[in-house]
């Protein structure tokens, strides 16, 4: 069965997402210790960017991980197939804005962002949207990488090349040390860490 990019990442987007994801990452590390956002919920904000983006290698990874934190494989499956069945109901804010989130490309609508940051406060919403920012850059460098392992088994993607798949995935490589940089100087220079949607 020939399988389909649910989006085709091209490499500006890889390199923002890898610029955003780096700026967000020491956030959540930080989010480990205060706890200001439940680890749960953390996992579920990102098997749902996941969903919409349909990175194999990342579902497969933050499976195991939802596994070890005591999540029923029900409702792993139903946040991957963006079934609503085990949506909590004081989560259901957070969970659609990660998946709005990854269907609008990293531009959401500021009023879903305003929504999230009324339900949850601003700090909680920051350290929401940083783990959905860190998932858009695990996705976007594994989506490449999911299509290399099927063409390798003999399941190649529509609309995919070789040449797309390796190029992505020699990119991914250059960008991070010139990304880094461009992270740590966008957070000195305290530029905005989301780029909302300009028409809305």
């Not at 990102?46 to 349909?54: D, H």
């Not at 063409?151 to 990119?171: H, P, V, W």
């Not at 990304?179 to 100087?185: I, T």
């Amino acid at each position: 069965m020939r399988k389909t990019y649910n989006h085709k990442f091209n490499m500006f987007d890889l390199y923002d997402s890898t610029v955003r994801g780096l700026r967000a990452f020491p956030h959540l590390i930080i989010n480990r210790i205060t706890r200001r956002v439940d680890d749960e919920l953390i996992e579920r904000l990102m098997l749902a960017t996941t969903e919409v983006n349909g990175c194999e290698l990342c579902s497969y990874a933050h499976t195991k991980m939802a596994l070890k934190q005591g999540f029923s494989q029900e409702e792993i499956d139903a946040l991957l197939s963006g079934s609503k069945a085990y949506v909590k109901e004081n989560e259901a804010i957070a969970i659609f804005f990660a998946q709005h989130y990854a269907d609008t490309m990293a531009k959401p609508d500021k009023e879903s962002f305003e929504k999230l940051k009324q339900k949850y406060g601003k700090k909680e919403a920051m350290v929401m949207v940083r783990s959905i920012q860190v998932m858009m850059m695990a996705n976007i460098q594994g989506v490449p990488i999911s299509a290399f392992i099927a063409r390798l088994k003999g399941n190649t993607y529509d609309t995919s090349s070789l040449f797309y798949e390796i190029g992505m995935m020699l990119f991914t490589l250059l960008v991070f040390p010139i990304g880094l940089l461009d992270a740590l100087l966008r957070s000195i220079l305290r530029i905005p860490i989301i780029r909302f949607n300009s028409t809305t």
